[in-house]
């Protein structure tokens, strides 16, 4: 299964740039948050007390992975590497 995520900035609109970006699940299964629970763990224990926002506590690896999931996928590699 093939996902594609358009997104269209409209502050750039006039430049009509639109960012497209093709994943499949199959061939990349670390691009899927609940398979890696060693990585998100070593993210979030750089922020034992989570992220405070009015009193609310998010997980800082839920945030990288739902808001940009690019860094999150890059670190993810780095961290992988690290283990060989």
Do not use: H
């Not at 997980?59 to 283990?83: C, G, M, T, V, W």
């Amino acid at each position: 299964m093939s996902l594609i995520n358009i997104e269209y900035d409209e502050t750039l609109a006039e430049k009509d740039i639109i960012k497209l970006s093709l994943c499949n699940e199959e061939d990349y299964p670390d691009l899927v948050y609940e398979a890696n629970e060693d990585f998100n763990q070593y993210i979030d224990e750089q922020y034992i007390n989570g992220i405070n926002i009015y009193g609310s506590i998010f997980q800082p690896s839920k945030i990288l992975y739902e808001l940009d999931n690019e860094n999150y996928r890059i670190a993810l590699q780095e961290f992988r590497a690290e283990e060989i």
